[in-house]
């Protein structure tokens, strides 16, 4: 099960994400941090996964949860969570109104997903836009956290960092090269994101 946060909530690895939940909540006590990016560097690390473990632990401690699905390309989070995909973030960018959150196993936590593919992707991404949407979520929640593509494959991810709050960093070991993260790191600070700490992946 890729939900170790919910299988195994006393292992290691979902101990490290607790972990990474405090030192969240630590980050944003000079400056309150709501929408959170789960940024990968690369296509090599599982960023939905670690987007959704990071959303479960969250919620056990007690926060209002949503997250959101804004990998149109390839939306997974429903998969992990075994709900519909039949509207989406996609649907709402277009038409406006309510956001189609559903709710998960956790009482605390709720999603967004991704919705039926759409041609244009970017086209939907405006920074306007996501700005506005991000607002209404993060009136509904105490975190917003956001699943998109890698920094390096497509510009969704630029955009969603450019409007969130922080950025979360994740660096795959023993795949994503040196070079790579610091081309990633340069991506973020082009559109003055606020880098809050990187995750190292898969350590050896």
Do not use: C
């Amino acid at each position: 099960m890729s939900l170790i946060t919910l299988s195994e909530p006393q292992s290691t690895v979902a101990e490290a994400y607790q972990s990474l939940r405090t030192s969240l909540e630590f980050s944003s006590l000079e400056k309150p941090v709501h929408s959170i990016l789960v940024a990968a560097v690369d296509n090599s690390t599982d960023k939905s996964t670690s987007a959704a473990n990071l959303a479960v632990v969250m919620a056990q401690a007690g926060d209002r949860v949503i997250l959101v699905d804004g990998d149109l390309r390839q939306p997974r989070q429903h998969e992990l969570f075994g709900l519909a995909n039949n509207s989406g973030l996609a649907q709402w960018l277009e038409a406006g109104g309510a956001p189609p959150l559903q709710q998960t196993v956790l009482p605390n936590l709720r999603l967004l997903a991704g919705g039926p593919a759409v041609s244009n992707p970017v086209a939907l991404l405006s920074t306007r836009r996501l700005g506005e949407r991000l607002g209404e979520l993060a009136a509904l929640a105490q975190y917003v956290l956001v699943d998109a593509p890698s920094l390096l494959s497509v510009t969704d991810a630029a955009l969603w960092a450019s409007q969130v709050d922080g950025v979360v960093l994740l660096v795959s070991g023993g795949s994503t090269q040196k070079t790579q993260a610091q081309r990633a790191k340069a991506v973020l600070e082009r559109v003055q994101a606020k880098l809050l700490g990187a995750v190292l992946l898969n350590a050896e």
